[in-house]
């Protein structure tokens, strides 16, 4: 039987400091290992939720949202590498897994990664270098984040007199309001989001049928045909290019 190191704990009363953003959640079976995890995330303000056994792990992964997990891989009922691939196939949010465990050969850490845990820390383990890993994964989680948000972020796109916005669906042509189907906007803003480059009409249509909206066929040239309607005279901005698709003119090039 492999023995696991002990670890003794600090004599000392921690005054704990509420991160709501910040929740963590220690998988592990051992109490003063357990403890002195819990101790020093808690001292960097985190948020900390403990769990003896896998079972109770899985209830509280599932009615809490966390930040990070921390996992030790022997734990009863349900092990930290059974945990890891219930949270990946559960969760929609993308949270960092870190392996914190005494089943540290090559193999074993291969399995956990392939599993889906970002992080391997062997025990026994150092405190400075736990806190550095931990910090590590929320700081590429935020990041990642971040991206994501600043991606989803309403945008203006515009193309001479002509504006979307394409966080409120609204289109502006020389000051004047356009009343465009949904259609039609996903659409103008596919072509102006490409200014200057030709976009077939199965790229088109691909990007309509991803609002549920059932097009086929020469169904793109009719609301490029309602699109130069309501254009009215900058209907010249949406070009045909003959057996290929449409563009929008990029203006931004003009002298």
């Not at 023995?3 to 959640?25: C, G, H, W, Y």
């Not at 910090?135 to 001479?160: F, H, I, P, Y």
Request: hydrophobic share 40%; glycine share 6%; charged share 25%.
């Amino acid at each position: 039987m492999q023995q696991e190191t002990i670890f003794a704990m600090d004599n000392i009363v921690v005054p704990s400091v509420p991160n709501p953003s910040k929740r963590i959640l220690v998988v592990e079976d051992e109490q003063e290992i357990r403890q002195l995890i819990a101790l020093h995330l808690r001292r960097e303000g985190f948020v900390v939720d403990e769990a003896s056994d896998g079972e109770q792990a899985k209830i509280l992964l599932q009615s809490k949202p966390y930040d990070l997990f921390v996992f030790d891989w022997m734990v009863p009922v349900t092990s930290g590498l059974e945990l890891t691939r219930f949270a990946r196939s559960q969760l929609t949010k993308w949270v960092p897994i870190l392996f914190v465990t005494a089943k540290a050969e090559p193999e074993h850490v291969a399995t956990g990664l392939d599993a889906g845990a970002d992080d391997y820390l062997p025990k026994p383990f150092d405190t400075l270098v736990l806190m550095a890993r931990v910090n590590a994964l929320l700081r590429r989680k935020d990041w990642l984040e971040q991206r994501s948000q600043d991606k989803s972020k309403q945008t203006m796109v515009s193309s001479g007199e002509l504006s979307l916005d394409t966080g409120s669906y609204e289109a502006v042509l020389a000051g004047q309001k356009l009343e465009l189907t949904r259609s039609e906007f996903k659409l103008l803003e596919c072509l102006m989001m490409n200014q200057g480059r030709v976009l077939t009409r199965e790229a088109l249509i691909e990007e309509i049928q991803g609002e549920n909206v059932n097009v086929v066929g020469r169904t793109v040239d009719t609301h490029v045909f309602g699109l130069r309607k309501k254009l009215g005279t900058h209907s010249e901005l949406i070009e045909t290019i003959r057996g290929v698709g449409y563009r929008v003119r990029n203006t931004q090039n003009k002298g």
